[in-house]
Structures are given as C-alpha cells and as structure tokens.
C-alpha cells in the first residue's frame, strides 16, 4: 500500500466483536481503491483495543467501514435524557462505564410492552439489521458502547454522526446487507462448530464471485489474491469475508457526495452506508 498511486485512496473493512481476544479478534481488511477496483491487500488480526486504537489512529486519508452500530435509536437517548448531540451522548455514555450502561438499558427495556423492548433506527429497519439496544444474542448494544466512544475520542470523521472534517473517515457499514445481494437471506457462516455447513461455503464462495464482478451493485470490481480467495471461503466464522465487505461499502461511500448518506438521515443515530437503499431513503 505504499505504492499507492495519487489517485488511490486507502480503505479499510473491520468486523467487530465487543470483546476481542486471540480466538476471536476484530478483523481489519486493508487495499487501495482508484475507483474501478477494490484491491485488498492484507488482512489483520486485533486481538485487544489497543490495537484498535491504533488503526484509528494511522494517517489519513482513509475511509474506513466498521460493522457495528454508530448510535442508538433517538427514542432512546430522548427518554433518558442523554444528550442533544451525538458526540455529548456517546460522551455521556463512556462515563458511565459498561455495567452502568446495560443496566441503564435494561431498566429502560423492563418498562417498555411487549413488542417494543428493543427500537431500531430508521437506518435498522431499511436495511433489516438488529436493534443496537441488543446486549444479548447478537450483543450489537455491547459493540456500540464499545466502539463508538473510541472513534470520538480518536477524533476521526464519523459520518453523519460527528463531521470533524478530518481525513479519517469512518462510516457504519452491516456486511449482511452486501451478502444478501448474491445469496438473499441465506446463511454464510457461524462461529459454533456444529453449525456450520457444506451449504454455507458455497453460499460464501457465491459472495466471492459476486464480489469479483461487482460492478453491477456498487460500480467497482474486488481484486483478491488466489490465497485471500481461498481464505474466504474456507473460513467458516466468515471474518475475513465480513471485513471486505465493510471494506466495499466503505469503497463506495468514498465516491459518494456526502458518503452516500441522505441529507434527512438522524445525525444522533447514524445511518449505514450502501446504494441498495440510499435512493428510497431519501426522504428518511
């Protein structure tokens, strides 16, 4: 990637986990991008957020897509009171630690109906992804808290939630909502053992082919190496695939006026970046 032309940008794709080890690091896939192809290059294994931190705070320009959720629903934050900014609440929130925080959303949860324990953004439920006030099951409420206070204390550009003007760019991205262009609501992978299938490699080889003629979708082709390839497939947790395809929305988004993000999306919330729903949201 130092051989990067003047035209090229940098990308970055994470696939996060709330409590990154050795076994289950978050995933950063790295490569260059000059607007008609993606070329990934190296894959990295953080196993601690240190080692997050410092990818936050490598030189720009950058454009990274990480896959957990930028904010939580505006009900939310409303009804208890956190803040009328998103920098102010996610602020709010750091301080008030881990355990607080859950608890703060479970207290909320436990006076809520049934049927409406868990909001979703407008962002959610266009792309059909999980309520980011989830702490159990899919944790994405757990990968908020622990995500989103170190993008703002790393300073970089969080669009649209908090516009820096900085050249570290990051966007939320949700590799699900890629997946399913290729194999719809097909399952792809799993971190149990027993779960995962001979049909989930082909549905994981589907989305490699698509990837590499991608242009029907997001206008670019993905280069990957044979070895990449390979790994993609074979990789039954889908980690590496999930980062290139936070990689590929985080592709598209640089090319985009505004980073694809329609003027009427919720700065409090976030918004997830991708084309298959851009033009329909835009009165959000």
């Not at 289950?24 to 192809?37: H, L, N, Q, R, V």
């Not at 969080?158 to 909502?177: K, Q």
């Not at 009427?264 to 997830?272: M, P, Q, S, V, Y």
Request: charged letters at 20%; glycine letters at 10%.
């Amino acid at each position: 990637m130092s051989k990067r032309t003047l035209h090229e940008r940098l990308i970055y794709g994470l696939d996060f986990t709330s409590a990154p080890t050795r076994q289950k690091p978050i995933t950063c896939a790295g490569g260059s991008f000059d607007g008609e192809i993606l070329r990934i290059t190296t894959f990295e294994a953080l196993t601690d957020f240190d080692q997050f931190e410092a990818v936050l705070m490598r030189f720009g320009p950058w454009t990274a897509g990480f896959d957990f959720p930028f904010g939580q629903p505006e009900r939310l934050i409303r009804a208890l009171g956190w803040g009328d900014s998103w920098g102010a609440y996610v602020r709010r929130i750091a301080g008030l630690g881990k355990e607080a925080f859950e608890a703060a959303i479970a207290a909320y949860r436990a006076t809520r109906p049934p049927g409406d324990k868990h909001h979703l953004r407008r962002t959610d439920e266009w792309a059909g992804a999980k309520s980011p006030m989830m702490l159990h099951g899919v944790p994405v409420g757990k990968m908020f808290f622990q995500g989103a206070p170190r993008l703002l204390a790393a300073g970089v550009h969080v669009a649209p939630c908090h516009p820096t003007g900085d050249s570290r760019v990051a966007v939320e991205a949700y590799p699900a909502l890629v997946a399913r262009k290729w194999i719809g609501s097909t399952g792809y992978k799993s971190d149990a053992r027993p779960k995962q299938t001979p049909d989930h490699r082909l549905a994981r080889q589907s989305i490699v082919d698509g990837l590499r003629a991608n242009r029907e979708h997001y206008g670019f082709d993905v280069a990957l190496t044979v070895s990449h390839v390979a790994e993609l497939v074979d990789d039954p947790t889908g980690d590496q695939l999930d980062a290139v395809l936070c990689a590929v929305q985080a592709a598209w988004a640089s090319t985009q006026p505004g980073y694809g993000i329609p003027d009427a999306a919720n700065g409090l919330e976030g918004w997830i970046v991708d084309p298959a729903y851009m033009k329909g949201s835009d009165n959000a």
